[in-house]
């Protein structure tokens, strides 16, 4: 099975900062790893497809990037809505796997 | 609207069986394939299980669950045997989007997720 390491597991930022939160595989999973985001007590919504593809109707202070086995999803200016749960998944085999989770809190 | 509306969560005691539905509504249900995805309380998203022209299973409930789709009824199951206390989470209908990129290379991700419900294992 495909393992996913995110780092860091928290992250504690401010309105404004840019951050950067990293996913990594532990073998090749080309560009198959998607980014998903959770707010407390709602269902994971997606933001980026493709390592790289933002999803519809999601703001463009929301990139991704790398393939192979790393990959960086970064909020460029955080807003207050971004504080939430971040998760990786790659979907380049079965099973698929997910990130253990990056939890971005309010400083 | 592309909706996913799951139900039949509740309580059961360990060895117990449960099934879940997710009604689909606002695409063309029988062209995707759905899966499952669970979140055990204050943990993280484990996938459980997907079903297309195949179906797989993750290791943790491979012979006790079964997936099964009626697409005349824009439904998707999962009927949960042999219940565990590991079990208990909340249990996300998801849909799997499919997409040609650049290069022809084919894409995928799961959206939209239902609001889920919550399955709970306990004597």
């Known amino acids: 099975d495909i393992q996913l390491t995110q780092s860091p597991s928290f992250l504690s930022a401010s309105v404004g900062d840019r951050v950067t939160i990293t996913c990594r595989a532990s073998?090749?999973?080309?560009?198959?790893l998607a980014w998903y985001q959770q707010k407390p007590g709602k269902a994971p919504k997606v933001l980026i497809y493709?390592?790289?593809t933002l999803q519809s109707g999601v703001p463009s202070r929301f990139s991704g990037s790398g393939s192979g086995t790393e990959f960086t999803l970064t909020i460029s200016s955080l807003q207050p809505e971004d504080f939430a749960t971040y998760y990786c998944?790659?979907?380049?085999?079965?099973?698929?796997?997910f990130g253990q989770g990056t939890k971005l809190e309010i400083k | 609207e592309v909706q996913l509306a799951e139900s039949g969560g509740g309580l059961v005691k360990p060895g117990g069986s449960l099934r879940l539905s997710c009604a689909a509504s606002?695409?063309?249900?029988?062209?995707?394939?759905m899966s499952w995805v669970r979140q055990a309380p204050g943990k993280g998203l484990e996938w459980v299980s997907s079903?297309?022209?195949?179906?797989y299973y993750a290791d943790s409930v491979k012979g006790r669950f079964t997936i099964s789709r009626d697409n005349a009824k824009n439904s998707l199951y999962l009927q949960m045997n042999s219940l565990k206390a590991e079990d208990t989470a909340v249990y996300y209908c998801?849909?799997?989007?499919?997409?040609?990129?650049?290069?022809?290379?084919?894409?995928?991700?799961?959206?939209?997720w239902g609001q889920g419900t919550l399955v709970t294992v306990s004597s």
């Open positions: 998801v849909r799997e989007v499919y997409t040609i990129g650049a290069g022809g290379r084919g894409f995928n991700w799961f959206d939209p």
């Open positions: 998944q790659q979907v380049n085999s079965f099973p698929y796997t």
């Open positions: 493709a390592a790289s």
């Open positions: 079903i297309s022209s195949s179906i």
């Open positions: 073998q090749g999973i080309s560009s198959y």
């Open positions: 606002g695409f063309t249900f029988s062209d995707y394939s």
